[in-house]
């Protein structure tokens, strides 16, 4: 696991976090999932992609980046989810197949669970059908759905297919119509309109957006200036913040809470003074203008200058 993909997942694990994703996606923001309805599941997933038989070299295991499971009530209905998250830092040209994999899976252990369960409870019972004694899974069960989300922490726009019928070969409706679609649910920084922000309940919201903008510097220092939550950031946030676009933001040690408006600012500076610094030492190498001349250009003083020039002569 890289150092994005480490830093997105121990992100999203929190469970505020994790059902801020769920509220906005699922819910349009409103707070149906609490954190104290979240509970942990195991990721790791066994698939036969490719098996025939029961092979073990055939066997390739499979890790969710997070899985969990929640207990909601909506319009007096009490809700079994199964949720997963999948970060990514990059397109994944198979997206659709992947997480139908992944779903597919958890569907499959949920028959097989059943099945186990019925085989334990009713070794002697006469009552069930043969098409029941044979699936293991009976005419009354019900499974509990599975909801994959995908986030794509990057300022690029998701150019990767959205559904399973974008990479078929064909686009035939004829034939496609009898191909059951796979979607993936993604949310992609890209495609949040601003005022959507306002829909998340956490910090993943000031991310999110940083993201958005990342890559526009005027839209950024707009974003730094005029929003007051950017200058007071949780560390683990900002720490965030500065990975993902991969950032040069440098933050005191000893803060928890960074003013990132400041430390965009101090990154600017630093990386201006670098810029003026290597103009200074390419016009000292050569050699045809005095020091007040590459003070007047770099906005360096002359002591800098000459400290540049001492350390080129040795």
């Given at each position: 696991m890289g150092k994005i993909d480490a830093r997105t997942h121990e992100y999203l694990s929190d469970n505020r976090r994790?059902?801020?994703?769920?509220?906005?996606?699922?819910?349009?923001?409103?707070?149906?999932?609490?954190?104290?309805?979240l509970h942990e599941m195991d990721a790791?997933?066994?698939?036969?992609?490719?098996?025939k038989g029961n092979n073990k070299s055939d066997v390739i295991q499979k890790y969710r980046d997070i899985l969990k499971c929640a207990c909601t009530m909506t319009d007096n209905k009490v809700n079994y989810l199964i949720l997963g998250i999948e970060n990514q830092s990059e397109i994944h040209y198979a997206m659709p197949v992947k997480n139908m994999l992944y779903d597919a899976e958890q569907y499959t252990k949920q028959v097989l669970s059943k099945a186990k369960k019925h085989r334990k409870n009713?070794?002697?019972?006469?009552?069930?059908?043969?098409?029941?004694f044979l699936s293991g899974f009976y005419k009354d069960d019900k499974l509990v759905p599975v909801i994959t989300i995908v986030v794509f922490w990057s300022a690029d726009e998701w150019d990767g297919p959205k559904d399973l019928h974008s990479m078929m070969e064909t686009d035939d409706t004829n034939i496609l119509k009898y191909v059951p679609n796979y979607k993936i649910n993604l949310i992609s920084p890209y495609s949040i309109n601003d005022f959507e922000f306002e829909k998340f309940n956490s910090s993943l919201?000031?991310?999110?957006?940083?993201?958005?903008?990342?890559?526009?510097?005027?839209?950024?220092?707009?974003?730094?200036?005029?929003?007051?939550?950017?200058?007071?950031?949780?560390?683990?946030?900002?720490?965030?913040?500065?990975?993902?676009?991969?950032?040069?933001?440098?933050?005191?040690?000893?803060?928890?809470?960074?003013?990132?408006?400041?430390?965009?600012?101090?990154?600017?500076?630093?990386?201006?003074?670098?810029?003026?610094?290597?103009?200074?030492?390419?016009l000292l190498d050569i050699g045809n203008n005095s020091y007040e001349e590459i003070s007047r250009a770099t906005k360096l003083q002359i002591e800098e200058i000459k400290s540049l020039a001492e350390k080129t002569a040795e």
């Open positions: 994790f059902a801020d994703v769920i509220n906005y996606y699922i819910y349009d923001g409103k707070q149906v999932v609490k954190p104290d309805d790791s997933e066994i698939v036969f992609p490719y098996s009713n070794i002697y019972n006469n009552m069930i059908t043969s098409g029941e919201a000031e991310v999110l957006k940083y993201i958005k903008y990342s890559n526009d510097k005027d839209a950024l220092k707009n974003i730094l200036e005029n929003d007051k939550v950017y200058e007071s950031i949780d560390r683990e946030t900002a720490e965030l913040i500065r990975d993902v676009p991969g950032s040069n933001l440098k933050f005191e040690k000893e803060k928890e809470n960074i003013n990132m408006c400041k430390a965009t600012e101090d990154m600017e500076k630093e990386a201006a003074e670098k810029r003026a610094k290597e103009i200074a030492k390419a």
